[in-house]
């Protein structure tokens, strides 16, 4: 893809700019006071008319009768501003300079290559075109967000109704038992005169069974834990045991879990949220990991307002996904001229760069 377009090219490069972080200043060695800022220096005020220049390029002009410095094309500011708000709205100001120099240049250059003809080249057309659809569905993507966040109070408190599960926040205690007890390598007695390297191989590796004995201690704790919860007792003497059980060294971890929603907790542990205060929750296995009991404390439903904005986020979102699924899928490609659909994760061939990569170098060609 060579084509210029305006909106890729300019602002792909200029939301870099407008993103990158303020440069902290240098003290130069002097002690800066941190408990007494200085004031920011205000920025003087440049008053520019809506007909006032601001952008003058100097040798460059339509009469080619002209020399010298009559020779020069000017941009006012409403005509800037007209370009900058269609680009991207409120563009700030560090942006703005870098458009006008990429303006400045491109103008120049589109200038030249028309008296070239190179815009009556047979391709011109096609890159045009292709530049036009892209324009109009970046357009359309934004008329679709605008048209998702127009959620109503009213939307928002029957989402609530509809969700309130996922806005209770709960106070949990919870027990963590590894997956398996620590086994302690057992050493054979190495043979008289062996070498420090036959002393060391005599370390023998668990064997399967170990294994299975060791996961079904745990198991077996676990259980017998979840019984002593359900009973009353402190959940982080229960986790110490635990630890001390497994033969994990160090501190185990704090059992209280503070503010704590269903969508925060693993999908199979969410079902804990609809525990009454006091219970317990059966052992929750996790091969990978180990086992988990959990005691809620105390459960409270947080209010509409204090979730609002959480939910008006939500809607917008659902909808432009909503919005955009029908320009997705439904489309065949003829594999005996596109070749196969490469599998992601399948492995490029030497040499070969991704088509992200590769097509972002044609771009720049």
Avoid: W
């Avoid at 303006?103 to 890159?127: I, N, W």
């Avoid at 979730?307 to 979102?317: F, P, Q, T």
């Amino acid at each position: 893809m060579r084509f210029p377009c305006l909106v890729c090219l300019l602002l792909a490069g200029l939301a870099l700019g407008q993103a990158a972080p303020p440069a902290t200043p240098a003290t130069g060695g002097v002690k800066v006071e941190q408990n007494a800022p200085a004031a920011p220096a205000k920025a003087p005020e440049i008053k520019v008319g809506p007909d006032d220049a601001v952008i003058t390029l100097k040798g460059f002009c339509a009469d080619a009768t002209q020399q010298g410095d009559a020779c020069k094309t000017t941009i006012t500011r409403a005509q800037f501003e007209k370009l900058a708000e269609a680009l991207q709205p409120n563009m700030s100001p560090a942006i703005r300079r870098q458009l006008a120099t990429a303006y400045s240049r491109m103008l120049k250059m589109s200038t030249v290559a028309e008296k070239r003809g190179l815009d009556k080249q047979p391709k011109f057309d096609e890159m045009m075109l292709f530049a036009r659809m892209q324009i109009l569905s970046q357009e359309l993507s934004r008329a679709l967000q605008d048209d998702s966040g127009k959620v109503t109070d009213g939307d928002i408190e029957e989402y609530y109704k509809k969700n309130e599960g996922s806005y209770e926040q709960a106070t949990l205690a919870r027990i963590f038992i590894p997956h398996a007890k620590q086994i302690t390598p057992t050493v054979a007695k190495p043979q008289p005169g062996a070498t420090a390297s036959a002393k060391s191989s005599a370390v023998q590796a668990p064997t399967e069974v170990q294994k299975k004995a060791a996961e079904e201690a745990m198991t077996k704790l676990a259980a017998s834990l979840r019984v002593r919860a359900a009973k009353g007792e402190d959940p982080d003497k229960l986790q110490k045991e635990a630890y001390a059980a497994a033969g994990l060294p160090g501190n185990p971890p704090n059992t209280k879990m503070e503010k704590v929603r269903r969508t925060t907790l693993p999908a199979n542990h969410q079902a804990v949220m609809d525990l009454k205060a006091g219970e317990v929750s059966e052992v929750i296995s996790d091969p990978n990991s180990g086992h988990y009991i959990y005691k809620l404390i105390s459960k409270e439903a947080l209010s509409v307002d204090s979730v609002k904005a959480e939910i008006r986020n939500l809607i917008s979102s659902q909808r432009y996904r909503d919005g955009m699924q029908g320009f997705q899928g439904n489309v065949e490609l003829n594999d005996a001229y596109f070749g196969p659909s490469r599998n992601p994760a399948v492995p490029l061939p030497r040499g070969a760069k991704p088509p992200a990569q590769q097509q972002e170098e044609e771009d720049h060609d």
